[in-house]
């Protein structure tokens, strides 16, 4: 249980970085709308799992939070990528990567045989 | 990095609760809203629009734990919880902290401020040297008797022999007369080998240290490193001392260095204030003429190579021992050498304390107990007030285990309370040796308070802590909550259980603190024992001072006319009974027992060898001054001249062993190649040390004979002797202002020395055995007064039904009998186990004397009475009507 949640926040740690590497400082709800776009509404997930992952970044010193005024001219926390979290998002976006052609040589492996 | 880095930030996210507690609430709303406003957007009423953003968001409650969690560190914050909880218990009972800080404060304090003496003789005894607990030390022995000086042929022959030393190097101090061309003072010089600096590893703050080859030839290299507190005091830290000549004994020196602060030299508890090179001695004592070729006045010291164990370099020592008979020490059929640790180093006072502080250190460990009984007795008392409290929790859901940390954090904070004040107490009562040690008598010791010691006290409190406050939280929480909740009911079962509890506790405070007073009785008995042994003179009246002719650089003939006029000068003060000179004083710590080759006529040594016999010198009426007494024969007289016929006083020993039925009077004698006669017999007396027997044979030579420039004067008053100081002074330094005049104390002072260390631990064993008895008190009054204040309906139904007050007051005081009884019983047998093992580590303790352990039990006797007398006065006044209502 505890495994399957820290794989579920290394991941989404890894969505949150690359959206505010893409997108520049934004706020909670505007990362978790962005993460929906992009995986076109196929990963419905509670917004709220995102804060735990968003304190732990800002913990890190991945990230870090400033409040100010969304395009409505509401307050919120920016979160903005700092450049320790860049350097995060580099090496793990690389180790995911290798990850996952792994994998797929794996599963193209099976079907082969 | 990463991982660390959380880890610091969780920490301090632990500390800031409220503010980021509104953040995220602020934050989480705003997400919400936003999710809202946009479902409105898409075509939603609001309250649907709101209703799907919540459910998007998922449970906002559980996820705010879930990041609450991750924020800080849990288990801290439970701690903090704990701690304001157990501070806020204890606010609510003052009296109840005040007993138990004090208690405990005095036991945590005492046991800090023996730890600084170890600290002092143990642990950093040397500062200013690298690795000191490494120094081995070498001594002389010759049968039993150990501590002996080594001479320079001793250091020679181990640095070339031994394979289990890196480095060995030698040290002695001597008094010197220092003058830097202005005024001259006496100065304690230390004498050291030319490695002394580089082996200690000292760093110097100024200049250097001695080079090896600045002692390798005799009077070659006249250089002095200045010890850092002379420099301050005398050269106001002069930083262009470097090259400066100074004067000692007349000689002169170029200073070279000087030494880092708090670096006085080896020589354990003794301050010296410069160091010279060893083959600069001859030239600082003309007496002895060279004295690296002869005599044995250095102590030898090294550090043994990596692993070397004591036992191994003591069987190489073995060994050499035997080499070292045969080549050049053939007259020393018992020379053996002996090593010790830096602790028990024969020379200066660290052995001796570190001695006492063996023995003081059981002695706090058992105020300490006491102190934690007490405090486990108050809290197993308070188990019952709290027992509703407690049992409302269980049945809320508390888990025991949970109740039992809180129980025990309370526990703790009351020790770090107590580890507080104990600290206080440390600051003050650290410093004691100095105090009991006597006037005149400088000890220095590294005393300070430092982080060895704050961490020491941190470890006791936290161990008084487990003592005293396990047992009580495991007893609080064991309830029967049914009963518990009934108000009154009170469970009987556990009532009785921990009235047991604690009566044990009391027993064994009672035994403890008897343990503690017979002690401190048998040191008392000791130490008075030793004092009024009679010591063979008389020490009531005399003052004494020395005087050194060769720093003053006087020579022989005139010298010999200044011995003589200063005891006619004195002599002739209407105060003065008698005066004289002598070479070496009883009782007193350093000088004398220098032997010399003897001769007996008609006495043949069991192997043909020449006799070695301890002699000193004096003037005429010596005898008479100190109160020797003369059994046979005369004293010197100033007739018995250089140029007379060469005579002799020897003591009763000396006639006893070889002038068996002999009349001594008369008989010849050749000391140091001259015949001479036996003018005089004297009772023995205690030469060095109140441990029997008194003294070897001995032997006084006439000065008058046997010229020497060092001197001490002894004057016999009528009147309280130390009127006579600025007197004496004059008489000396009237004669010639150079005259250095030192030691200046009163025979008693000076006997006194010799008990310091026997005086410091049995007046700390005093106070300590009276801290046990009070803390005892304390705890025996807890119970009696729980006892009474729990009987009060009992004793108001037994008032009622027609008990007089002195009935009641029985009641209380045979419950204090008992607790008092049974406590004796096992004190005498705990007293008899510590007396077994003061006896083991006190040479000369006698433990049979039946009047101390009686004295032990009514001291216990008196301290449970006077404990009693308010309980069972309460008992006695007890109202009847208020008893049956307080239910």
């Given amino acids: 249980m505890k495994d399957k949640n820290d794989v579920w926040q290394g991941t989404l740690a890894l969505m949150v970085l690359k959206t505010l590497d893409a997108m520049g400082p934004q706020h909670g709800y505007g990362i978790a709308r962005r993460i929906e776009q992009i995986s076109a509404d196929r990963l419905a997930v509670n917004h709220g799992t995102l804060y735990p992952v968003l304190l732990k970044l800002e913990q890190e010193g991945s990230i870090s939070a400033k409040w100010g005024t969304s395009e409505n001219n509401r307050k919120a926390k920016f979160y903005i990528l700092t450049k320790s979290g860049r350097k995060q998002l580099e090496s793990e976006t690389r180790h995911w990567l290798e990850t996952t052609e792994i994998i797929a040589r794996f599963i193209a492996a099976r079907q082969e045989s | ?887």
């Avoid at chain 2, 920490?11 to 989480?28: H, I, P, Q, V």
């Avoid at chain 2, 730890?115 to 690298?130: C, D, E, I, Q, S």
Wanted: charged share 20%.
């Fill in chain 2, 1 to 887: 990095m990463k991982p660390l880095r959380r880890a610091w930030r969780r920490f301090l996210g632990t500390f800031s609760g409220g503010r980021r507690e509104n953040e995220l609430a602020a934050e989480l709303e705003a997400h919400i809203e936003m999710q809202t406003e946009d479902n409105v957007r898409l075509g939603m009423s609001p309250e649907g629009a709101r209703r799907a953003a919540l459910l998007k968001f998922g449970g906002v409650e559980s996820m705010k734990e879930r990041y609450r969690d991750q924020r800080g560190l849990p288990q801290l914050e439970t701690l903090a919880q704990d701690v304001r909880f157990a501070v806020r218990a204890l606010a609510k009972r003052p009296s109840f902290v005040v007993v138990s800080i004090f208690s405990l404060g005095i036991g945590i304090g005492v046991n800090a401020t023996v730890f600084t003496w170890f600290k002092a003789v143990y642990l950093n005894p040397l500062p200013g040297v690298r690795e000191a607990r490494k120094l081995v030390t070498i001594s002389a022995a010759y049968r039993n008797a150990e501590g002996y000086s080594n001479s320079y042929a001793d250091l020679l022959y181990f640095r070339a022999h031994s394979r289990l030393f890196t480095n060995l190097f030698a040290h002695e101090m001597q008094m010197l007369a220092l003058s830097d061309g202005k005024y001259a003072e006496m100065t304690n010089g230390g004498i050291v080998s030319g490695n002394y600096f580089n082996v200690l590893g000292t760093p110097m703050v100024l200049g250097r240290g001695f080079r090896p080859e600045e002692d390798e030839a005799l009077d070659r290299n006249p250089v002095l490193v200045l010890g850092y507190g002379l420099w301050q005091r005398r050269f106001a830290g002069d930083p262009n001392i470097i090259g400066r000549r100074l004067e000692l004994n007349r000689i002169p020196f170029t200073v070279i260095g000087v030494a880092a602060p708090g670096f006085i030299g080896v020589y354990g508890g003794i301050r010296q204030d410069y160091w010279v090179p060893l083959h600069m001695a001859r030239a600082l004592d003309s007496e002895h003429g060279d004295r690296l070729a002869s005599g044995s006045w250095i102590q030898i010291m090294g550090r043994a190579k990596r692993g070397v164990a004591l036992a191994a370099i003591q069987s190489e020592l073995d060994v050499l021992s035997a080499q070292i008979r045969r080549d050049y020490r053939k007259d020393d059929r018992e020379y053996r050498a002996v090593a010790y640790p830096l602790h028990r180093a024969q020379r200066g006072f660290h052995s001796g304390i570190f001695q006492m502080v063996e023995i003081l250190a059981a002695a706090v460990a058992i105020i300490l107990l006491l102190a934690c009984l007490n405090v486990a007795s108050l809290l197993i008392a308070r188990a019952t007030d709290r027992a509703r409290e407690i049992s409302v929790r269980l049945s809320l859901g508390a888990s025991r285990g949970r109740i039992i940390r809180q129980l025990f954090t309370e526990s703790v904070v009351l020790a770090a309370l107590s580890g507080a004040a104990g600290l206080l107490i440390a600051y003050w009562t650290r410093s004691v040796p100095n105090m009991l040690s006597g006037q005149g008598i400088e000890l220095y010791l590294n005393l300070g308070i430092d982080w060895t010691v704050i961490g020491f006290l941190f470890a006791v409190s936290f161990a008084a802590a487990v003592v005293f406050g396990l047992l009580p939280a495991i007893e609080t929480t064991r309830l029967n909550l049914v009963d518990a909740l009934k108000e009154g009911a009170g469970s009987v079962t556990a009532g009785r259980r921990r009235h047991f509890w604690r009566s044990s506790l009391v027993v064994g405070q009672v035994a403890l603190s008897m343990a503690a007073l017979v002690s401190a009785a048998l040191f008392a008995q000791h130490l008075v024992k030793m004092l009024r042994t009679d010591l063979g003179f008389k020490p009531q009246n005399v003052l004494t001072a020395e005087t050194d002719l060769f720093a003053a650089g006087m020579n022989e003939s005139r010298g010999r006319v200044f011995y003589r006029s200063a005891i006619d000068q004195l002599q002739a003060l209407p105060h003065v009974a008698s005066a004289a000179w002598t070479t070496f004083l009883p009782m007193s710590g350093s000088g004398g027992g220098h032997r010399r080759k003897m001769e007996v006529q008609g006495y043949a040594a069991p192997d043909g060898k020449p006799l070695s016999v301890v002699v000193d010198t004096i003037t005429p009426g010596f005898l008479r001054t100190l109160g020797i007494q003369l059994v046979a024969g005369r004293e010197f007289e100033w007739s018995d001249e250089k140029t007379a016929a060469p005579v002799m006083i020897v003591n009763e020993a000396f006639a006893g062993l070889y002038l068996k039925s002999r009349e001594p009077l008369g008989a010849a004698v050749r000391v140091d190649g001259t015949w001479r006669t036996i003018v005089g017999v004297h009772r023995d007396y205690y030469y060095r040390t109140p441990i029997p027997p008194p003294q070897g044979p001995s032997a006084f030579l006439p000065m008058t004979q046997d010229y020497s420039t060092h001197a001490i004067v002894v004057v016999r008053t009528k009147t309280d002797p130390s009127l006579l100081a600025v007197p004496l002074r004059q008489a000396i330094q009237g004669f010639d202002a150079n005259l250095p005049v030192t030691g200046m104390m009163t025979m008693e002072e000076n006997v006194g020395y010799q008990f310091i260390d026997t005086k410091i631990v049995t007046g700390t064993l005093i106070l300590f055995a009276d801290i046990a008895s009070i803390l005892a008190a304390i705890g025996l009054y807890g119970v009696l007064a729980t006892f009474v204040n729990q009987r009060r309906s009992e004793f108001g139904v037994r008032t009622a039904l027609g008990a007089t007050p002195s009935d009641l007051r029985s009641m209380v005081l045979f419950q204090s009998t008992r607790l008092t009884l049974i406590g004796v019983a096992a004190g005498l047998l705990l007293s008899v186990a510590c007396a077994q093992l003061l006896q083991s580590m006190l040479e000369g303790l006698s433990t049979s004397n039946p009047a101390i352990y009686a004295a032990g039990a009514l001291g216990v006797a008196i301290m449970a009475t006077l404990s009693a007398v308010v309980p069972s006065r309460t008992a006695a006044r007890m109202d009847p009507i208020v008893a049956l209502r307080y239910e």
